[in-house]
């Protein structure tokens, strides 16, 4: 009941700090914490890259009828706290092991797209998306579907472009497995060893592919040697739709401060991951060390760089204060406490990815549909 309330506007009439203290678990009184939800409902947050669907996987076999929606155990997202959190779109992924690759990925892949499906068109409070137009004009929360790991798409073109016409705007391009045509940041997986190699003809065409396409390129996964490949190339800007800052925590999943600079000129986003293993590489990560890398990110290339993607439920372990969805206000209050401006994180909640979306489906639309990537 709460969070109608506040969707209908009328937050401010709830009244007391005690109140207050109750919706965001913070301490009553704080003056900032009535400004975050306030732009919090004005700019309901567009989180980049969320893994409910793997969970659902894990432990319910996909079954939605068995699960309800609302107020799921055991993960970090369902409908009651995106709604608590101000998460006003989530990009959710359909992803599947490397351990599927060049066996069974597609057939999994599909049925991720599947439960991603039904959860987004069977609840009320949710509504399936394909488009930056449709992601800015819902009043529910907008779902998109990610691709997370190229291995999906078993080196086919064709498979690619039945993945968008099923509704897919995102792809990343490798998870923790090299594909045959291009490298991951992570070497937990021996397989398509290439030497000065990072991005192959093939793995040039599928980039290519996606911006005809109107897909979003997405390179959080990917090694650096990958995405500097990719940012030579494509034509629309790309997305890091979980990573975050080298300098701050110098983990391989995060972005060196000479990349961030080149997604700059490209005009595409980083979106900050949430994983504690990824923003503290030493001790306990919480709310202040998660805003360090905003900071840092900002004062590199700008806010207008800068996302949000949690990367819940793909992960065990978040900061102290941002355990689950529904703790996103505690993250702007940290950022309005170090002084950014009401326009700077409006782009961070949602303008940033909305222009990154406009651009690359413009880029689509003017004339790149002319020549399509056909190899096999």
Same mark, same amino acid.
């Given at each position: 009941?709460?969070?109608?309330?506040?969707?209908?506007?009328?937050?401010?009439?709830?009244?007391?700090?005690?109140?207050?203290c109750f919706l965001c678990g913070m301490t009553s009184g704080d003056p900032t914490t009535g400004s975050a939800f306030g732009l919090m409902t004005k700019y309901p947050l567009i989180d980049g890259h969320n893994d409910l669907a793997l969970?659902?996987?894990?432990?319910? $076999?996909?079954?939605?009828?068995?699960?309800?929606?609302?107020?799921?155990?055991?993960?970090?997202?369902?409908?009651?706290?995106?709604?608590?959190?101000?998460?006003?779109?989530?990009?959710?992924?359909?992803?599947?092991? %490397? /351990?599927?690759?060049?066996?069974?990925?597609? &057939?999994?892949?599909?049925?991720?797209?599947?439960?991603?499906?039904?959860? %987004?068109?069977?609840?009320?409070?949710?509504?399936?998306?394909?488009?930056?137009?449709?992601?800015?004009?819902?009043?529910?929360?907008?779902?998109?579907?990610?691709?997370?790991?190229?291995?999906?798409? $078993?080196?086919?073109?064709?498979?690619? &472009?039945?993945?968008?016409?099923?509704?897919?705007?995102?792809?990343?391009?490798?998870?923790?497995?090299?594909?045959?045509?291009?490298?991951?940041?992570?070497?937990?997986?021996?397989?398509?060893?290439?030497?000065?190699?990072?991005?192959?003809?093939?793995?040039?065409?599928?980039?290519?592919?996606?911006?005809?396409?109107?897909?979003?390129?997405?390179?959080?996964?990917?090694?650096?040697?990958?995405?500097?490949?990719?940012?030579?190339?494509?034509?629309?800007?790309?997305?890091?739709?979980?990573?975050?800052?080298? *300098?701050?925590?110098?983990?391989?999943?995060?972005?060196?401060?000479?990349?961030?600079?080149?997604?700059?000129?490209?005009?595409?986003?980083?979106?900050?991951?949430?994983?504690?293993?990824?923003?503290?590489?030493?001790?306990?990560?919480?709310?202040?060390?998660? *805003?360090?890398?905003?900071?840092?990110?900002?004062?590199?290339? /700008?806010?207008?760089?800068?996302?949000?993607?949690?990367?819940?439920? /793909?992960?065990?372990?978040?900061?102290?204060?941002?355990?689950?969805?529904?703790?996103?206000?505690?993250?702007i209050q940290e950022l309005l406490k170090r002084h950014w401006t009401e326009n700077e994180l409006s782009g961070v909640l949602r303008h940033n990815f909305l222009r990154v979306f406009k651009e690359v489906e413009k880029v689509s639309a003017? /004339?790149? &549909?002319?020549?399509?990537?056909?190899?096999?």
């Amino acid at each position: 009941m709460i969070s109608r309330i506040l969707h209908r506007g009328d937050f401010f009439n709830l009244g007391t700090n005690l109140m207050l203290c109750f919706l965001c678990g913070m301490t009553s009184g704080d003056p900032t914490t009535g400004s975050a939800f306030g732009l919090m409902t004005k700019y309901p947050l567009i989180d980049g890259h969320n893994d409910l669907a793997l969970m659902l996987r894990i432990l319910h $076999d996909n079954r939605l009828s068995q699960v309800d929606l609302h107020n799921i155990s055991k993960v970090a997202t369902d409908i009651n706290r995106l709604t608590t959190g101000h998460v006003g779109a989530q990009v959710f992924a359909a992803y599947v092991l %490397c /351990g599927a690759q060049a066996k069974d990925a597609v &057939r999994l892949t599909l049925e991720q797209i599947d439960v991603i499906n039904r959860m %987004c068109t069977e609840n009320p409070e949710l509504e399936l998306v394909t488009s930056a137009k449709g992601l800015n004009d819902t009043k529910r929360i907008a779902c998109l579907i990610s691709i997370e790991g190229g291995h999906s798409i $078993d080196s086919s073109l064709p498979t690619l &472009r039945m993945f968008y016409q099923l509704g897919v705007r995102s792809m990343a391009l490798t998870h923790t497995c090299n594909t045959p045509w291009a490298e991951s940041s992570s070497t937990i997986y021996d397989v398509y060893q290439r030497e000065n190699d990072s991005l192959t003809d093939f793995g040039k065409d599928v980039v290519k592919e996606m911006n005809r396409l109107g897909m979003i390129v997405d390179l959080s996964h990917s090694s650096w040697a990958t995405a500097r490949a990719v940012l030579q190339i494509s034509k629309a800007p790309v997305i890091f739709s979980h990573s975050s800052a080298h *300098a701050v925590c110098n983990h391989s999943r995060n972005v060196p401060d000479d990349l961030l600079r080149e997604l700059k000129e490209n005009g595409g986003l980083i979106m900050v991951n949430l994983h504690s293993g990824f923003v503290a590489c030493h001790g306990q990560a919480n709310v202040s060390i998660v *805003a360090d890398h905003f900071t840092h990110i900002r004062k590199v290339v /700008g806010s207008e760089s800068i996302g949000i993607g949690g990367d819940f439920d /793909g992960a065990s372990k978040f900061p102290l204060g941002l355990e689950d969805v529904s703790k996103y206000p505690a993250l702007i209050q940290e950022l309005l406490k170090r002084h950014w401006t009401e326009n700077e994180l409006s782009g961070v909640l949602r303008h940033n990815f909305l222009r990154v979306f406009k651009e690359v489906e413009k880029v689509s639309a003017k /004339g790149t &549909r002319a020549r399509c990537f056909c190899s096999l």
